[in-house]
């Protein structure tokens, strides 16, 4: 489990980031992680791939700090994000090759699986791909090293409905089947109240609300949309 | 089993499944001891998290209305007596009786009413 303690990220010119006090991501299931551009959903899940160091305080995964203990969390704890590119001149095909003779517990099942439902081509380049091709061959080259912990950022955001419920899916049953824990920085409505058990709204680098999706609606008996909307203009915990 | 839930809906989706479940074993549309679906196979069916399910699945557990038998699955309970047809009517009433009442408040017709039953029914 992911846990956050007295943390502190300053941007340049000693702006606050990230001001989070504590924070606890349950798993297993899918947590979302809404909030505006500049919210600081990137900087979060960022320090908890261990990519990044805070000012103050600690990223904790099963009581390690992820910074600290990174050559040891980065098989655990994969981050998806647009910055980490996948070789352009590779195919799908070449990729798994090179995947599947660098990591030793490759689960072959996972890949014939992943590749079968998510129709991914294996002959053809990275750079002829399109972006949903990409994010699913993404999917296909991280679970089958059965991470503990999946972060994505925005990937699944400009793709179309067809590509983000394959994988959702796929990203749910893999959660369900495994106990890992999948954190999504999505702001797509739909994707949330289908596939979130859980949500963490930031703004300006503070945590708004923590809840699950069910709890929600029962406490407010109203759409989780609007909640966000109430939420954002209060800016602070009811 | 006819699942069709609402993700923009203030009802939480495993009540939502919960309420349409119950609903189609007490009406007798789906018999006792039929095999439901897996968890897996309903979250991809209706495009729902597998908790989600897994929930509505034990609350429906809880209440009787299912078995779950480990590493078989979920089936309809046996002995669940399905509603009577006056049971299922006054059920209906109690429902309708809201609605007619929000309908002469708004001054609608009966003739008129029962027009937009017509429309409803057929748009379903």
């Not at chain 1, 909030?35 to 995964?61: P, Q, V």
């Not at chain 1, 600290?68 to 647009?82: M, N, Q, R, T, V």
């Not at chain 2, 196979?41 to 009787?64: D, F, G, H, Y």
Request: glycine share 6%; with cysteine; charged share 25%.
């Amino acid at each position: 489990m992911i846990e956050v303690n007295d943390l502190v990220l300053y941007g340049k010119n000693g702006t606050i980031r990230l001001k989070i006090p504590e924070l606890k991501f349950h798993s297993p299931g899918i947590t979302a992680l809404v909030g505006h551009n500049g919210a600081g959903k990137s900087s979060l899940l960022k320090l908890a791939a261990g990519l990044e160091k805070s000012n103050h305080g600690s990223i904790l995964y099963d009581q390690k700090d992820i910074f600290i203990h990174y050559e040891e969390l980065k098989e655990k704890i994969h981050l998806l994000s647009w910055g980490l590119e996948l070789y352009r001149s590779l195919s799908a095909k070449d990729h798994l090759d090179l995947f599947r003779s660098i990591c030793k517990n490759w689960n072959k099942d996972i890949e014939l699986e992943l590749l079968k439902d998510l129709s991914i081509p294996t002959h053809k380049k990275v750079e002829k791909m399109s972006r949903g091709e990409q994010v699913r061959l993404r999917i296909l080259l991280s679970l089958p090293r059965s991470p503990k912990v999946i972060l994505i950022d925005e990937v699944t955001n400009d793709l179309d409905t067809d590509s983000r419920r394959a994988i959702f899916k796929k990203l749910d049953s893999y959660s369900f089947d495994t106990g890992a824990q999948v954190v999504v920085a999505t702001n797509m409505i739909e994707d949330i109240e289908r596939y979130a058990s859980d949500i963490i709204l930031l703004k300006k680098g503070e945590v708004i609300l923590q809840s699950s999706l069910d709890s929600i609606k029962e406490q407010h008996n109203t759409s989780f949309e609007e909640i966000v909307r109430i939420y954002e203009r209060k800016g602070s915990v009811l | 089993m006819r699942l069709q839930v609402n993700p923009h809906s203030s009802t939480p989706l495993y009540a939502q499944i919960v309420e349409q479940m119950r609903n189609q074993i007490l009406s007798g549309s789906i018999i006792a001891g039929t095999p439901l679906p897996s968890v897996r196979e309903i979250s991809e069916m209706i495009e729902v998290n597998s908790l989600t399910i897994q929930k509505a699945l034990k609350i429906l557990e809880v209440e009787k209305f299912i078995v779950i038998r480990r590493g078989v699955g979920a089936f309809v309970s046996e002995g669940i007596v399905s509603l009577t047809q006056i049971q299922k009517e006054d059920l209906i009433k109690s429902g309708l009786s809201n609605v007619v009442s929000h309908a002469k408040e708004l001054g609608i017709e009966k003739d008129r009413f029962g027009i937009l039953v017509e429309e409803c029914w057929s748009a379903q």
